[in-house]
C-alpha cells in the first residue's frame, strides 16, 4: 500500500489536538503498510521514561499505565540505539520469544521518531493484514514517514511547553486561579467576543470581609489559609469555562461568558452562602469557629461597555454590597437605552 508523505504532512498540521495528532500518527502508518496493530510511545521528558500515547487495533488502556525505561525491551532498546529494526519471526530472532499472546503473526517492524539528533519517540507496526512478514519495501514506508511524524511531535511538545508557560506567567501560586495579568488580557476578549456577537457576559467582583483584621488576629498564615479556602469555592462554584480570578490581597472576581443578570445573582448568591458554611483544615488551623464571609457585587456587560467601564461596573456593585452591610449580592444592570 502506497502512502503520500506530503499528504500526511499535512494531515498533521491541521490536527486539532496532542490525541489528535498521536492518533492520525498511528492510524496512517499502519494503514501504509497494511498492520493491523501499532503503538507510539513518546518520551516523558519530566519522568525520564517513555509513555504509550496511542495505540492502534488494540485497547490504549492495556498499556497506557506501563512506562518504559530507555533500553527496556523492544521500544525502549530503539529509544536509546535510534535504529530501526525488521522482524520477520519474532520466534527465531535474537533474543525473541516463540509466542506473542496478543499478536496474530511473529513480525514486526519498530522505527524510532527522531529530530536532529534526539530520540523523541518509537513506532511499532505488527500484525500484516496478508498474514505475511514485513519486509523492506514495509521499513522503508514507514522510515520514509517517520520523519514528518517527529516533526509533528516536536511541534506538539513545543506548544505544550509554551501552554505550560503561560499558565505559570498566569497563575497566583498561592490560589492557584489566575492572576491579574491574565485577567487583564482576557477581559478585553471576552467583552470584544460579547459585543460582536451580542453574548451575555458577567462579572462578579469579591471581597472578603474585613480580611486585614482576620489576617492581623490570627497571623499572615492563617490568612493564607483563608484565601485558599475561598479561591477553593470558587473554582467549585462556576463552570468549567468560567474564569476565576485573584485580582490581589483579598479581592477576586469571575468572568462568566454566556451569563445574564439572572444567572449572576444566582451564582453570586450561592458562592456567598458557600463562603460561609465553609471551613478549612489547613495549617495552620483557622478557628473553627471563624466565619469567613465575602461581599459580591456583579455587573452585566452593556451594548457599548469598554472592558474598563465594565470592571468599573462590577467593582461600583462590591462597593454597594459592602456599604449596605457586607455579607451580601449586589448585581448592577445595565440602563437600557431609548
Known amino acids: ?117 534526539q530520540a523523541i519517540g518509537v513506532l511499532s507496526f505488527a500484525d500484516r493484514s496478508d498474514g505475511s512478514p514485513f519486509d523492506e519495501a514495509d521499513l522503508a514506508t514507514v522510515q520514509a514517514l517517520a520523519p514528518p511524524a517527529a516533526l509533528a511531535l516536536a511541534c506538539e511538545r513545543l506548544t505544550r511547553r509554551k501552554r505550560q508557560l503561560e499558565y505559570a506567567v498566569g497563575v497566583d501560586p498561592l490560589t492557584e486561579l489566575f492572576n491579574p495579568r491574565y485577567f487583564d488580557a482576557r477581559l478585553r476578549e471576552e467583552t470584544e467576543r460579547a459585543r460582536r456577537y451580542k453574548l451575555d457576559l458577567t462579572l462578579l467582583s469579591i471581597d472578603v470581609d474585613d480580611f486585614k483584621s482576620l489576617n492581623d488576629t490570627y497571623g499572615h498564615l492563617a490568612g493564607d489559609a483563608i484565601l485558599r479556602g475561598v479561591a477553593h469555592v470558587l473554582r467549585r462554584s462556576v463552570r468549567a469555562f468560567d474564569l476565576c480570578i485573584r485580582c490581589g490581597g483579598d479581592e477576586f472576581a469571575i468572568l462568566a461568558p454566556g451569563s445574564g443578570a439572572s444567572d449572576a445573582a444566582r451564582s453570586a448568591e450561592r458562592i456567598r452562602q458557600q463562603v460561609q458554611n465553609y471551613r478549612t483544615t489547613a495549617a495552620p488551623p483557622v478557628p473553627a469557629d471563624l466565619y469567613v464571609t465575602v461581599s459580591i457585587g456583579g455587573a452585566v456587560l452593556g451594548p457599548n461597555a469598554s472592558s474598563r467601564e465594565f470592571r468599573a461596573a462590577a467593582d461600583r456593585a462590591l462597593y454597594e454590597a459592602k456599604a449596605g452591610g457586607k455579607n451580601r449580592v449586589h448585581v448592577e444592570t445595565p440602563a437600557v437605552s431609548d
Open 1 to 117: 500500500m502506497t502512502f503520500n508523505a506530503a499528504i500526511f504532512a499535512s494531515e498533521l498540521a491541521t490536527a486539532m489536538s496532542d490525541e489528535g495528532v498521536y492518533r492520525l500518527i498511528v492510524e496512517r502508518m499502519a494503514g501504509a503498510i497494511g498492520a493491523l496493530q501499532g503503538v507510539l510511545a513518546t518520551y516523558d521528558e519530566q519522568e525520564g521514561h517513555l509513555v504509550i500515547g496511542a495505540t492502534y487495533g488494540y485497547p490504549a488502556a492495556l498499556v497506557e499505565d506501563f512506562p518504559i525505561p530507555p533500553g527496556s525491551g523492544v521500544l525502549g532498546g530503539i529509544f536509546v540505539s535510534k535504529d530501526s529494526l525488521l522482524v520477520t519471526d519474532i520466534g527465531v530472532a535474537a533474543g525473541g520469544r516463540p509466542s506473542r499472546r496478543r499478536y496474530r503473526t511473529p513480525s514486526f517492524v519498530a522505527v524510532p521518531l527522531v529530530v536532529g539528533d
